[in-house]
């Protein structure tokens, strides 16, 4: 199996990459905010 190395094919994965790399982040910011809630705490700083 070989893989397409064209630009528009590196183009295509980089774009996906970074389409995932939101979504987690967004999904990981959701379960934090959720957390929150869910405890009824505020944002706290870490030292």
Request: hydrophobic share 35%.
């Amino acid at each position: 199996m070989k893989i397409d190395l064209t630009p528009a094919a590196i183009d295509k994965r980089m774009k996906r990459v970074a389409m995932l790399r939101k979504l987690c982040l967004s999904l990981a910011k959701a379960k934090k905010v959720e957390q929150e809630k869910k405890n009824g705490s505020r944002k706290r700083t870490r030292k």
